[in-house]
């Protein structure tokens, strides 16, 4: 172990500051409602609506990339907790997020420090510096929580590896499983890979068998949909992967995939640190040699080096196994291959930190540029992000706007509301006009569907919708438009649903994101124009 005098370069207390101004502008960059909120969040809470209101167990999740298939329940479990605690909040699960992958830098910090302290100072400041760290932490989604159990799942690894007992063993076996419920496509290397360094390292089949076992528990939920569905998933996920459902795309030649999953995992390094890619690359590059110098050196004990082969082989291990997808890689699978990147980093510095003088100075450095370029990027992307108000119509802040909007207009009556979106399905303001509306103006519209008419698109809806005003002829209705890019034409055929009203004036709440206040027409008014 290194003694805590060796470390002084890297000290606790600039663990510390990265910690607090990282924090600080990851809750800038959301400040005043300031991230997207998407048909995907907006479809999330009204799941997690139904399942805490409705007191409602769920055994499934969030939608995949095969329509279809859906993952574990783990993630709408895991958001549902700031759901609770504020109200339904959006913004306090974002923070949720942002504090989650904040506590596990401070986690595998905690893990490291026991071995190595410059190993554990070394890979907290990537982390809470990291591109992958900020970018996840702009707003919530099941992808973007797979850093954070990247960080917790190498670090369960790690712990598991030194001391060996069975609490660790089960832990890191629940830890794999759950990864698996946030993101599939990513989640699933993580049980084969701690199995086969568990084997390498000559853990008992008894103790393999406890981390299967730990692992299959977190499958059960989803086990249970699927004999009660008639393995419905499972037949299309086959499907998809057999490339005769069109979900996944075509396959791809093997000269494609190579090309593809280069620019892949060259993204995904660049999503390891703000240095440019141009200065990556090489130290990555240097960090594979140093791995095989420490090989023919045989310094396995040494901690930075387990690390270091440890991220270094999970990174290997990703690239065949993608290389075997014939499909393209949709870019929100390989967000958690950013971690494994920056951990080999930290380990390659951490080593090297121990060969000397010069070892030394060119880990600081590259911590002193890590910083730099941080520090950067950020501050000034914030003196423009927090005075230029986001022109984003899938802004939760403009989202709002609009239906502070129809409130003010409506003025205490009656309402009905309609929104086109480009994804058809209202997820957004579903959710908002039920949890923002009400909470703040204390009814809710008598109708808000994408169009009259239509079916009931959302389970038990109207259990939700207690405080409505019946609406008369004398009362308002609104329409709340997304621009849909080069479809307009489909926004103008939607729009001629609603020719019998009449216009009475329409608000531009941001480029792209209109509010238009109709009514019944008369003799003196106009009818709308489809």
Known sequence: MIKSKESGHFSFYLVALVFVISTVIKLLYISGNNFAFTPDQGRDLIDIRQMVVTHTPRLVGPTTSVNGVLLGPFYYYFIAIPFILFGGSPAAIVIWQIAWFQMAALFIWYILRKKNLILANLTAILLLFSPVGFYTGRYFWNANVMPIFTVIFFACLLDTLWYRDNFRLIFLGLVAGISLQIEAAFGILFFPFAFLILLLNK???????????????????????????????????????????????????????????????????????????????????????????????????????????????????????????????????????????????????????????????????????????????????????????SSDPSNLANQLIAIDRVYQEADGRAFRVYNYVPSVYDYTYQYLFWWYGTKKYGYQPDEIFYLPGQPEYLANNQVFWSKKKLFTKKDFTFLIVQEDGEHQDRVFAWEGNFTKLCPVRSFTISPGLTVSKLETCSKNTTRAKP
């Open 203 to 389: 853990f008992s089949p008894k103790d393999l068998l406890k981390l299967s076992l730990a692992f299959g528990v977190t499958l059960l939920p989803q086990a249970l949909f699927e004999f009660r569905h008639g393995f419905l998933m499972t037949k299309t996920l086959i499907a998809g992967l057999s490339g005769s459902s069109a979900d996944l795309g075509e396959k791809l030649p093997l000269a494609v995939r190579l090309t593809e999953r280069y620019r892949t995992f060259q993204t995904a390094f660049l999503q390891s640190n703000h240095i440019g890619f141009g200065y990556l690359g090489p130290i990555f590059l240097a960090g594979f040699g140093y791995m095989l110098y420490s090989l023919v050196k045989s310094r396995k004990a040494r901690p930075e080096n387990l690390v270091n082969y440890l991220s270094g082989g999970f990174m290997i291990l990703a690239f065949v196994f993608y290389l075997s997808f014939p499909q393209h890689l949709k870019h929100w699978y390989t967000f958690g291959l950013s971690v494994s990147g920056l951990l080999f980093l930290a380990s390659s510095f951490a080593g090297l930190y121990q060969e000397g003088r010069v070892g030394r100075l060119l880990t600081w450095t590259f911590i002193s540029a890590t910083l730099y370029f941080t520090l950067l990027a950020h501050f000034s992307y914030l003196g423009e992000y927090l005075i230029t108000k």
